[in-house]
Nanobody, 116 residues
Framework: QVQLVESGGGLVQAGGSLRLSCAAS????????MGWYRQAPGKQRDLVAT???????NYADSVLGRFTISRDNAENTVYLQMNSLKPEDTAVYYC??????????WGQGTQVTVSS
């Protein structure tokens, strides 16, 4: 079992920045991929960015050039640096972990609100 603890959400003005963190803990697990997804009210949960253990990244087109995903393998932690935030980035952001056993785990979600 893997537990995920997210932090870093909040309220920010358009053009501002936030940094999200997600720490994974548990016993006898090995992480393959980590990532962030987001869900706005009334919409489906969408991919924001993912990163593999070797550091290969993937971004949604809407955040490319503004958001940066990174990870600390030793600490089983993934980060999302969000710059030049827009009101349309407002959503609940969820951390995701895919283990080498191909099991998905989700964080509890952290609210990001961008005011115009």
């Amino acid at each position: 079992q893997v537990q995920l603890v997210e932090s870093g959400g909040g309220l920010v003005q358009a053009g501002g920045s936030l940094r999200l963190s997600c720490a994974a803990s548990g016993s006898r697990f090995s992480i393959y991929g980590m990532g962030w997804y987001r869900q706005a009210p009334g919409k489906q949960r969408d991919l924001v960015a993912t990163i593999t253990r070797s550091g290969t990244t993937n971004y949604a087109d809407s955040v490319l050039g503004r958001f940066t995903i990174s990870r600390d393998n030793a600490e089983n932690t993934v980060y999302l640096q969000m710059n030049s935030l827009k009101p349309e980035d407002t959503a609940v952001y969820y951390c995701n972990v895919l283990t080498t056993s191909l099991v998905n785990y989700w964080g509890q979600g952290t609210q990001v609100t961008v005011s115009s």
